[in-house]
């Protein structure tokens, strides 16, 4: 992408700060860069920790942008954009990363029924350049916009194109939630080893390098997940006995229900915010 376009970013919380960490280590200059955040002391802070311009007033920062991500809370949606309505000209292309607000509620809220809107759920390993964004695309984006956006946000990890809509609420409960889940799951390891007599110091790094290995080895994908599952559980062994706990507490159904519960919950999101 040419480093001629700037980016601006709206909310400069968790997801905005690890979309600029991203940004700022894939090498996009930081006079590209410019955020908003209403809090006058989070705009100090983003200029001092990444050394980009930062501003209060969501409009100028707009205006600025030719790449515009909105990264406030779904609940803000509404009267951010109903605000910066006026900024957002023709070819200025408008990212939404916002949990279950549709693209139909961009378009109307924006009053702008041609306006090139994308909606896009990363996640937070973008921080450190290992994150997935899934993208959906409105009709009104043009080819040469969906490759600066592909361009953009690959910084962040990878990039994965979603084609209807409707799927990217399962998207947000997969992905962009999903980083919780296994955090949560690392969380129980380790209180698990503790609790039968580890330190805490030998259970995180036992836990730690395990999950990165299991990672490391699905993501070479030399077998399936089963079969790097099989190999790990011997007949009468310990990963047996581990394995069938698991699924005598209904492990999966609980993972499925998690799953449908969050994306569900991305729905209402949708209907409390509209
Ligand atoms: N966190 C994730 O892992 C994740 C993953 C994927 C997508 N998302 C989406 O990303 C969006 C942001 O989530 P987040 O976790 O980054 O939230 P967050 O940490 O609360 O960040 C939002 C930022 O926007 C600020 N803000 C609130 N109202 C504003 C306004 N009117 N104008 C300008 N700035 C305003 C907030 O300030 P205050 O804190 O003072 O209100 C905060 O600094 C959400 O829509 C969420 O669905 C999040």
């Known amino acids: 992408m040419s480093q001629k376009k700037n980016i601006g970013i709206i909310g400069g919380g968790n997801m905005g700060q690890a979309m600029l960490s991203g940004f700022l280590q894939q090498g996009i200059t930081a006079n590209t860069l410019f955020v908003a955040d209403h809090s006058a002391n989070t705009c100090t802070q983003l200029n001092r920790n990444f050394g980009i311009y930062s501003a209060t007033d969501n409009a100028s920062i707009a205006d600025k942008a030719d790449i515009l991500i909105v990264a406030v809370k779904p609940q ?40 090139s809107i994308i909606r896009a759920m990363p996640n937070t390993p973008a921080l450190i350049g290992e994150g997935i964004t899934a993208l959906y695309a409105t009709p009104t984006v043009s080819e040469a916009q969906q490759q600066e956006a592909q361009v953009l946000l690959s910084c962040l990890g990878k990039i994965l194109w979603i084609k209807k809509e409707e799927q990217m609420d399962t998207v947000t409960a997969l992905s962009g939630s999903g980083p919780a889940y296994f955090f949560y799951m690392m969380e129980g390891l380790i209180t698990a080893g503790i609790q039968l007599g580890l330190s805490q110091q030998d259970a995180t790094e036992l836990t730690l390098q395990t999950a990165l290995g299991s990672i490391k080895m699905a993501v070479a994908q030399t077998n399936d997940l089963k079969t790097l599952r099989e190999k790990v559980t011997s007949k009468g062994g310990t990963t047996e006995r581990g394995i069938q706990t698991l699924t005598q507490g209904n492990f999966l159904n609980l993972l499925e229900n998690t799953i449908a519960q969050a994306s569900q919950r991305a729905k209402e999101l949708s209907q409390e915010f509209n």
């Open 76 to 115: 803000q949606m509404r009267s951010v954009l109903e605000r910066i309505a006026p900024c957002i000209v023709e070819n200025k292309l408008l990212i939404s990363i916002a949990a279950g607000i549709t693209s139909m509620q961009i378009f109307t809220w924006l009053n702008k029924p041609n306006a």
